[in-house]
């Protein structure tokens, strides 16, 4: 867990939950902390402090303790932007199908492309996605149309990258992208870091998921005038 914030969120989550779990079971802090593998004072100074707790540890608490993790997918989920570090943690650590469907209002999913494609299919546009923010649509097929209109160049880098992340690897990229093609004639380019990571199944079949954040905050900010 690298950003302050996250593992601020991450700590009082999880103070909240061992609050309810150790209730349950009849168990001081000091002994929830103990069962948990920690010193007895470990989680009373976690509380306090809100240090960074690293993410092996968390687990360990949660599992001895009997907590659910999906219900931290499901906490996360609700920010507005989660961090990229804590998408990429989730997708390394093997994130169900339910957990991705806890962040599906966050990312797209492109169709697994094969070797003949040369375009990518749009399967799914979270509302809450920053292409969704950027263009200011809802709508997948101006997002499709966009994607459509790259030039070649731009297409085939799209398709190579898509097809590495479909083979099992999660890619990150800082992107710069004329903003023309996002329907932004106002504005030379946006600039977002970018997470590609394999799907294994999304509505029945495998797919490419993509969560994007804005590396400053101007890209919240711009405006559109696509008309449907």
């Known amino acids: 867990m690298s950003g302050k914030g996250e593992a601020t969120r991450l700590i009082l989550w999880l103070e909240a939950q061992v609050e309810s779990r150790r209730a349950e079971l009849g168990l001081s802090l000091g002994e929830a902390s103990i069962k948990a593998g920690n010193s007895r004072g470990y989680l009373s100074r ?3 402090d809100k240090n960074d707790i690293g993410i092996a540890r968390f687990h360990r608490i949660c599992d001895a303790l009997g907590i659910s ?3 931290r997918t499901s906490a996360l989920a609700r920010n507005d932007f989660p961090s990229l570090d804590e998408i990429t943690e989730l997708v390394a650590r093997g994130a169900t199908e339910a957990e991705i469907r806890a962040f599906e209002d966050h990312i797209l999913v492109y169709a697994e492309p ?3 494609d040369s375009t990518l299919r749009l399967v799914h546009m979270g ?3 920053l292409a969704a923010q950027v263009i200011s649509t809802r709508s997948p097929s101006v997002l499709q149309r966009a994607v459509d209109a790259f030039p070649d160049a731009s297409r085939k880098k799209l ?3 898509y097809r590495v992340a479909a083979k099992g690897a999660c890619i990150i990229t800082i992107e710069r992208l004329s903003a023309h093609l996002h329907g932004q004639p ?3 380019e946006l600039v ?3 997470l590609l990571f394999p799907i ?3 509505d029945g079949a495998p797919g490419v998921g993509i969560y994007a954040i804005p590396v400053s905050n101007s890209a919240r900010f711009i405006t559109s005038s696509i008309e449907e």
């Open 159 to 161: 398709l190579a990258s």
């Open 200 to 202: 294994a199944s999304f």
């Open 192 to 194: 977002y870091k970018r």
């Open 186 to 188: 106002g504005v030379d």
């Open 69 to 71: 993790t999906s219900e």
């Open 46 to 48: 976690l509380f306090r």
């Open 127 to 129: 509302s809450r996605s």
């Open 114 to 116: 094969d070797d003949s």
